[in-house]
């Protein structure tokens, strides 16, 4: 009879996989993801849970990195099903009859599915009861799930954008998980195997979707901010994302070098995702002007730090002493997003609450100002021992101001929406 892995999220199955586990399912989760243990089951005989499991939160945040967020869902419906159709069904007197479907959206789609949810029923027990010409919708999403070649009607490319419908009808505490308990025990697989590290492997070569997304800066210590914020803050997403080693290749830093490498990118057909993030200031925006006569490929995402609502009123070193103004598109480095409890001038070195931006050079191209914060390598240390004390103990996190480092995490996983 064989055996099944089941891929669920809180206790309603997606799909199963027959003595396998299907490796693109397996794209959603990280090895450490994965739990076993043991029970007495009501024979009182010893059995093995074995399974993949995490938060419907962090699948959705995955999924997304992967480009399966909720508008790409949308439009992979829209683009792969029509609103108005007819399927063939054997009617009441034996006979083959056509049926008209109509009204049949995504939206529309989405509300059936909550009802089949809610109904605790499998498919082949709820389609006895619906009548096609009452629910066009809900019964040709059955008919598809017993007979078709679709899950519950939605024809797509990829089938983790119909996943990506479904858990929006969840809560984000939910458990999502894939149990191959049955697997072990059929012989199939062992307790030890790396189901989901051996899986990845083996799509990486094939699929851009299932391969990290590099990420690439200005420079080095853009590079371990990033990393080192995303594995505290997101740690179920660090695995999705490859970071630019500019030590071990010897790289450069500038965001003319960036562009540079852009375009080494571009030129080599580089099918992997590619985040490029410049700073907010004059220097990259001149920098990223020199791509606009390059088609830039739908996998690689040129992108600058995001708008600060603080740095609207900064204070600034020039000519003519202390101003505050708007530094946003002028100064803004990766520095003013780590905090203002790290910006602080707490050595009073200047007179001002926050340690200020100096202008240095200009641009005759955007006729602007380039301004850079001072003591960049204390402010740089101050947050390097912060995230070290961090790796010790986690109640500083809540008094630390992570405003400016969480518009950058979201700005990296809304890269492909």
Known sequence: MGSYASLKVAEFELISCKNFVDAKLMTTFRESDKQQYNYLDEDSEMRTVAKYSNRVEIIKL???????????????????????????????????????????????????????????????????YIESLDKPVLYNMLYEQENGDSLYGFECSDIRYIFRAIIEL???????????????????????????????????????????????????????????????????????????DFEQSNAQGSASSLVGYLKAFIGSGLRTRVIALFDNDTAAQEAIITLNKIKVPSNIKVLTYPYLKYAEEYPTIGPHGIAFMNINGLAGSIELYLGCDILSNTGQEYPTKYIPVQWKGYSKALKKYQGEILNKEIILKTYFSFLDQLSITDEIKIDHDWDGMELIMQTIFRAFD
């Open 170 to 244: 969840f809560e984000d505490t939910d458990e999502f998980y894939l149990d191959y308990s049955d697997l072990v025990d059929g012989g199939y697989c062992s307790e030890e195997d790396k189901i989901c590290e051996l899986s990845l492997q083996s799509l990486a070569e094939n699929y851009a979707a299932n391969e990290k997304t590099i990420i690439i800066t200005e420079g080095s210590s853009d590079i371990a901010i990033i990393k080192r914020s995303i594995a505290f803050l997101y740690p179920d997403v660090i695995d999705y994302y490859s970071f630019m």
């Open 62 to 128: 995955r999924l997304g990195i992967m480009g399966f967020n909720l508008e790409s869902t949308k439009k992979e419906f829209l683009l792969n099903n029509n609103e108005h159709y007819s399927i063939e069904q054997i009617g009441i007197d034996g006979e083959w009859e056509q049926v008209l479907i109509e009204g049949y959206t995504f939206d529309n789609w989405m509300s059936e599915m909550k009802w089949i949810i809610k109904s605790g029923q499998y498919s082949f027990e709820l389609i006895k």
